[in-house]
Structure formats: C-alpha cells, structure tokens
C-alpha cells in the first residue's frame, strides 16, 4: 500500500533535488558578494557563505537582503550579479539532471500525479533553466517566488501550484527538496508527505527538524515512496 496513497500533486525543489549544481549556485553567490566588496579569505566572505547555506532554498533576493541588511540597493545589485553569473555558467555548461529525474517524471505523470518544480531562483532564471534543461513540457507548472507572493519557507508556492493546478486537498500533496526551508514550505502548506532528499546541502538531521516525515536517498526513490512499490533506503519518521 502506498505511503502517501491519495497524492495528486507533487511539488519538486529544482537545484539540489531535480537537477545537480549546487557548485554552480555557490559560485554565483560568492561573485555575486566580491561585487559588493566581500572577499575570499576574509571574515565576511565565512559568514556570509554561512548564511547562503543555511538559506538554501530561499528566494535569492532574500538571501542578500540577510547579507546586506538595510542596503535594499546593495542587496538587488548582489542579486542582478547572481542571476547574471548563474545564467552565464547555464549557456556555458548546461545543466545536470540528477540521476533517476526524468523516470521519476514519468511515473509521476503515468500514475495521473501531476508534477510542480518550485525553486528560489527568479522567473526569468527558472525559465531560462528550464528551457537549458528541455524541461518545459515535461511539468504541468513551474514556479518562482515571484509568481506566488513569497517563496521559501513560506507556503505560498505550494498553495498557488494547488489552486492552478485544481487540487482538491492540500492533503494530497507531496513536498520533495533538499533543504530545511523545503520542509518547513510542505509543513506549512499541509500536505501530507514532506520528503527530505538526501542530495544537497542539508543534513537528514536538519531535514527532520524542518518537518521531514520521510527522508529518501535521492529524487529516484520519491515515486516508489508516493506510488508504493517498496523505497528500502527510505526513512518513515512519524508511526
């Protein structure tokens, strides 16, 4: 018997989760801050690399406005800079699925669950990572923070891909990402399975503390989890 048996939608983190650069993502936030002055080596680049990890999973605006508190203006030209390297590194190497990604889609979509990527990136980088990946039909909505009001960990992205994509029940949605602010966007949007992937930057024991209430190893686990089928590596957490 399926774990989650009434699922209907299912909302996917994009970097981390779906596809694998999260090099990628850590450079375009360190040239993004040496703009603003902030330097390898030096005390501010180790806390505010700090503070990027810790903030996985948030819009990227929100991530420099933690940075650069009270610089609206320093904030937006350290975000325009990241978006700017982000999508340069996209025309230049592409990028990665992660493997078991598009089987996973498949099933999904096979099985009549439909299928959201939500991500912190901007409208413009999600569309432009989407098309580098040709993954425009592949999904039935893909999301950025600024289609849905505010992004991680807040719930609105979950709540705005239930209402566009006609799901009767938050409870028949399942959350997957790989970090804390994931976890915290599924919990705080009620839905019934909150899946913590074990292929970014978070820890299982941070994932937990998120409101994970199951962890599996990698993206090619969540349709056995979801569908049935038997997920060995996967942890159940609440009895």
Request: contains cysteine; neutral net charge; glycine residues 12%.
């Amino acid at each position: 018997m399926p774990i989650a048996a009434s699922i209907k939608l299912a909302c996917l983190d994009l970097a981390g989760t779906t596809i694998g650069d999260i090099a990628t993502v850590e450079r375009a936030f360190a040239e993004a801050i040496a703009t603003q002055g902030i330097v390898p080596g030096t005390g501010a680049y180790a806390r505010a690399m700090v503070h990027v990890h810790r903030s996985r999973g948030y819009p990227k605006v929100e991530v420099f406005r933690g940075i650069f508190p009270g610089n609206e203006a320093q904030a937006q030209a350290a975000n325009l800079t990241f978006e700017r390297s982000y999508e340069g590194a996209i025309e230049r190497a592409g990028l990665l699925p992660k493997p078991g990604i598009m089987e996973a889609l498949d099933k999904l979509r096979g099985s009549g669950v439909k299928t959201a990527l939500i991500t912190g990136f901007s409208r413009l980088t999600l569309s432009r990572a989407l098309s580098a990946l040709g993954w425009v039909d592949k999904v039935d909505l893909a999301l950025s923070p600024e289609d849905a009001g505010r992004g991680r960990p807040w719930p609105d992205m979950v709540l705005t891909a239930v209402l566009r994509l006609g799901i009767d029940d938050v409870r028949q949605v399942a959350v997957a990402g790989d970090a804390e602010s994931d976890m915290l966007c599924g919990s705080r949007a009620g839905a019934s399975a909150v899946v913590g992937v074990l292929t970014g930057v978070h820890s299982k024991e941070r994932l937990l503390r998120g409101g994970a209430t199951h962890i599996v190893d990698s993206i090619a686990d969540f349709p056995g989890l979801i569908l049935g089928g038997g997920v060995p590596s996967t942890c159940r957490t609440q009895g």
